[in-house]
C-alpha cells in the first residue's frame, strides 16, 4: 500500500516562503501527473499545481507566479516551493495523482497558516 507523507508547512507571516514536500512509500508512482491540492477551512480541496512526467507543470491563477512545483522521480518526492504567501493560502495541503482512478489515499497533509 503506497502512503504519501506531505510536510514542510508551518506558520509564517505574508511575504514570506515555505517549501512542501510529498514523498510517497511503497513505490515508484511518480510517472502519472501529480499534484498539490489544498483544502482551506469550510472550503472544497481544489488542485493548486501539478506536474506530469515529463516535468510540464500547471497552476492555479490564484499561486501562478508564486508557486513552483519540482519532482524528483528517483525519490519518488514531490516538492512546492511556495514565495509571496499570502493569507488566503492558508489552509491544508496535500498530494496526490491528478487522475482520479490513479489516486492513492490521502496522506494527511500539512498545515500551512500565513499571518497577516
Known amino acids: 500500500q503506497v502512503q504519501l507523507v506531505e510536510s514542510g508547512g508551518g506558520l509564517v507571516q505574508a511575504g514570506g516562503s515555505l517549501r512542501l514536500t510529498c514523498a510517497a512509500s511503497?513505490?515508484?508512482?511518480?510517472?502519472?501527473?501529480f499534484g498539490w491540492y489544498r483544502q482551506a477551512s469550510g472550503k472544497q480541496r481544489e488542485l493548486v499545481a501539478q506536474?506530469?512526467?515529463?516535468?510540464?507543470?500547471n497552476y492555479a491563477a490564484s499561486v501562478k507566479g508564486r508557486f513552483t512545483i519540482s519532482r524528483d522521480s528517483a525519490k519518488s518526492t514531490v516538492y512546492l516551493q511556495m514565495n509571496g504567501l499570502k493569507p488566503e493560502d492558508t489552509a491544508v495541503y496535500y498530494c496526490?495523482?491528478?487522475?482520479?482512478?490513479?489516486?492513492?489515499?490521502w496522506g494527511q497533509g500539512t498545515q500551512v497558516t500565513v499571518s497577516a
Open positions: 496526490n495523482a491528478v487522475v482520479e482512478s490513479r489516486r492513492f489515499p
Open positions: 511503497g513505490s515508484t508512482l511518480f510517472f502519472t501527473t
Open positions: 506536474i506530469n512526467s515529463r516535468g510540464t507543470t
